[in-house]
């Protein structure tokens, strides 16, 4: 898998490409504390769009759920959105939105990346991104 990041102002996207594996999505905090100022974040967009194939199982979810969500109290004022538009991924992400709810309250699964930005833009957040990616 590909991971290209984007390290901006009150933000970070992560753009991930090819095979999606479990140590691929175990890597999001890890990404997330790589910003320059991690604690003055509004926002992570993982932007699953050209990933594919998905090797992960509910498991996985479930434990990356279970495993970040301690860490990601310190950022519970975050606006987390994923991208997932691939029949099999959507499921799964919807499952782990559900799992870090009670850490993570402003989160989104999106099957598009205009809806993703179009969401941050609900909440008041300046994303700066450009719909087409």
């Known amino acids: 898998m590909a991971i290209t990041l984007s390290h901006?102002?009150?933000g970070l996207e992560v753009s991930y490409s090819g095979p999606l594996v479990a140590a691929?999505?175990?890597r999001v905090l890890e990404l997330l504390l790589s910003h320059p100022r991690?604690?003055?974040l509004e926002f992570y967009l993982g932007d699953f769009s050209g990933s594919g194939p998905v090797q992960l199982s509910p498991?996985?979810?479930?434990?990356?759920?279970g495993?970040?969500?301690p860490a990601l109290e310190c950022l519970r004022d975050l606006a987390i959105v994923i991208v997932t538009p691939?029949?099999?991924l959507y499921p799964m992400a919807l499952s782990w939105q559900e799992m870090l709810g009670a850490v993570a309250s402003r989160t989104k699964v999106a099957r598009s990346r205009g809806e993703a930005l179009a969401w941050l833009e609900e909440l008041g957040i300046q994303h700066g991104l450009d719909a087409s990616g």
């Open 59 to 65: 498991e996985d979810v479930q434990h990356f759920a």
């Open 86 to 88: 691939q029949p099999e």
């Open 38 to 40: 991690p604690f003055a």
């Open 67 to 69: 495993s970040q969500a």
């Open 8 to 10: 901006l102002e009150n």
């Open 24 to 26: 691929d999505i175990n």
